[in-house]
């Protein structure tokens, strides 16, 4: 990690690295330290934290002791399900990417194509971020979703409905499934002469 990476970052950033690019259950854990400063106390309510289930967050016992020292009750999306239910799927990320490629765009322009590299990043990303990070997106996040306030009603049922492997007719389906079968089996056929 260098400091000049964070040259332009939006006040209050912290960044960190691993060795292969992915979040660490440490690195999630300072993270959490860090969220719960700024959580109010004084009232003494509960707090709920919406996550994904990447095993950084649901696998990581000195976190989940952290939450409930802190009176926050960590609630864990079930998989493939973040689309419709997660507030930031909903309305933020979809902001920003088009935030992102709009400031991307207006950079390369003005730099005439020349790359930015790491140092050059919050230069782009700080912008876009600021027009996303709105208290309207987060709310709209939260009303699509059904969160809050409360509606059962947000998630349509075919967001319930099992996946389909495919578009094609079951016809064409059965098809190449047949071809596979016949490839694989020239193919170990061939292999075992």
Known sequence: MKAQW???SPPGTVARV???GWITAEIFLEWAKSFINF???ADGCPHILLLDGHSTHIYNLEF???MKANNVHPFIFPPHTTHWL??????FFKSLKNNWNS???QAVTRSGGKGFGKQGFFGIFTPAWTKSCTIEL???GFRACGVFPLNPNAVPDCAFAPSETSERPPAVNQQVWQLG?????????ANTK
């Open 181 to 189: 079968l016949q490839l694989i089996i020239l193919a170990y056929g």
């Open 138 to 140: 987060a709310q709209s």
């Open 18 to 20: 691993s060795d292969n």
């Open 6 to 8: 964070l040259i332009g």
């Open 64 to 66: 989940l002791d952290l």
């Open 86 to 91: 997660q507030p930031a799927d909903r309305s």
């Open 103 to 105: 400031e991307g765009v």
């Open 39 to 41: 959580l109010p106390t």
